[in-house]
């Protein structure tokens, strides 16, 4: 298995790619949650709101060290994600989850060995109507990200990457 790649070495040096964009740094709004606080894979996106059918979906499908990136409108009047999911997630071999959006059941996720992002956590449930957009470029947290671009994780904050870095 590969070292984790650090984010403030990523940005350290790849000045070359910040300039041009191929790597940026998503606002650091996001909380930590889960086991594992260093992630990154290739992403999958998706974008709903206060709804989280899709989600579900996608976790139920083998991540293969993949990296779900949800926008979820930044909605803060319910969770798009809770624990069952997230268990889900962790057993089918996702790296992590980026929600721009609430989670619930925080206890539950933070025993699972997944990494986790989110704004904040909320009691109330999602809706379940089964409307968004898979595999769209989406906006969060002041970055354009497209599917199948990686992200990395760590304490330090989130990168997005037009391909994957090098150690």
Not at 17 to 36: C, E, H, M, T, V
Not at 58 to 79: I, M, T
Request: net charge negative; glycine share 12%; with cysteine.
């Amino acid at each position: 298995m590969a070292l984790p790649l650090a984010t403030a070495e990523a940005c350290d040096a790849n000045p070359h790619l910040i300039s041009s964009g191929d790597l940026r740094a998503l606002q650091p709004i996001f909380q930590i949650y889960g086991r594992r606080q260093v992630f990154s894979g290739p992403i999958v996106t998706l974008k709903v709101f206060e709804d989280n059918v899709f989600i579900r979906e996608f976790l139920e499908e083998r991540g293969n060290g993949r990296v779900l990136v949800v926008d979820g409108g930044a909605s803060l009047r319910c969770a798009i994600l809770g624990g069952n999911p997230v268990q889900q997630a962790q057993n089918n071999g996702w790296a992590g989850i980026v929600i721009n959006g609430c989670i619930r059941d925080v206890d539950e996720i933070n025993g699972c060995d997944i990494g986790v992002r989110a704004l904040a956590s909320h009691p109330m449930k999602a809706y379940k109507k089964g409307i968004g957009e898979k595999h769209a470029p989406i906006n969060i947290a002041g970055t354009r990200i497209c599917d199948g671009e990686w992200l990395y994780a760590d304490t330090d904050g989130i990168l997005i990457s037009r391909s994957e870095l090098s150690v």
